[in-house]
């Protein structure tokens, strides 16, 4: 039996109430797994940093109260264990953890069989598929999916104290003009020159992203509706400035106009920001274009 168990693919610790190791087997894959042997009769208070450790004991006691199997991830690296030698991977290991309450007492105490399995591999491929998918193919830049993501995020932590959001929706004037004289190849060009001119002028914080099409939004954090505007106007030139040159003599000049919206008490919906951002990009379109406009009532 204890040739069975060590021979488990992936370790597995029992692990009790006051979280103790009381016995680990099986991960015996050193391209996968460290040799935990050395853990046991240790707490995980002598072997984790406190928060670490922390967080472990909360998970072990979460599935004692439920009774029943629970499924955490988290990411661990040997250098986090005390006493882990360096015989294993080098890179922090992306764990899933099936916990499940043991129905007997281990040494007195109630405790768990914690299976951790090696999911790095998943985990990066899944990060990857997912960073994919918010990207626009085009220019690199995040797409509508992110842009909502981030958005929805913001406003749900959204504090009437102290939070400070800004959205800017921007649409490249005249673009039909562009594809039908130039091509789309040139089109695409315009579009990936205002991305890149765009993107290099906002804060590392701030999300600039494409929309699809010639239409472009900013999401902007910590910021009042003057500072907001001063950046759209700040994007406005920055895009009446960008260098196209599709033919030999040649260099039309490219424009957008910009929405802006604000967060306030009364617009805190990721449609109302929207909305509202689009009825002011609208203004700015039949007001002449290459404008940003506000949209009103953001106290």
Not at 131 to 145: A, I, K
Not at 263 to 271: A, K, M
């Amino acid at each position: 039996m204890e040739e069975a168990l060590a021979a488990l693919p992936d370790p597995v610790f029992v692990l009790t109430e006051s979280g103790r190791y009381a016995a680990i087997f099986g991960g015996p894959d050193r391209a996968h797994y460290h040799d935990g042997a050395c853990l046991v009769n240790f707490s995980l208070y002598d072997v984790l940093p406190q928060e670490r450790a922390d967080w472990f004991l909360a998970e072990i006691r979460a599935t004692l109260a439920a009774g029943c199997l629970r499924i955490v991830e988290y990411e661990l690296a040997a250098a986090e264990v005390e006493g882990v030698d360096g015989d294993g991977p080098a890179a922090p290991i992306r764990f899933e953890g099936r916990v499940q309450p043991l129905r007997s007492p281990v040494n007195g105490e109630r405790a768990v069989l914690w299976l951790a399995s090696n999911i790095t591999t998943r985990h990066e491929m899944e990060q990857q598929l997912r960073r994919l998918s918010e990207t626009d193919e085009l220019t690199g830049f995040p797409n509508r999916r992110r842009l909502m993501a981030a958005l929805n995020e913001a406003l749900a932590q959204y504090d009437t104290h102290n939070s400070r959001i800004a959205l800017l929706l921007m649409d490249i004037d005249h673009f039909k003009t562009i594809n039908d004289r130039y091509g789309h190849p040139a089109g695409d060009a315009v579009i990936c020159a205002i991305s890149s001119a765009c993107g290099a002028r906002i804060k590392r914080r701030d999300l600039f992203a494409r929309l699809g099409g010639e239409e472009f939004a900013t999401v902007l954090y910590d910021i009042t509706a003057g500072q907001a505007l001063i950046v759209a106007e700040r994007l406005r030139k920055t895009v009446a400035d960008v260098l196209f040159e599709p033919k030999p003599g040649e260099s039309p000049r490219i424009t957008v106009s910009i929405g802006v919206s604000v967060v306030g008490p009364n617009r805190r919906r990721t449609h109302d920001l929207l909305s509202q951002a689009d009825a002011a990009l609208y203004i700015a379109k039949q007001g002449g274009r290459n404008r940003v406009v506000l949209a009103e009532d953001y106290d």
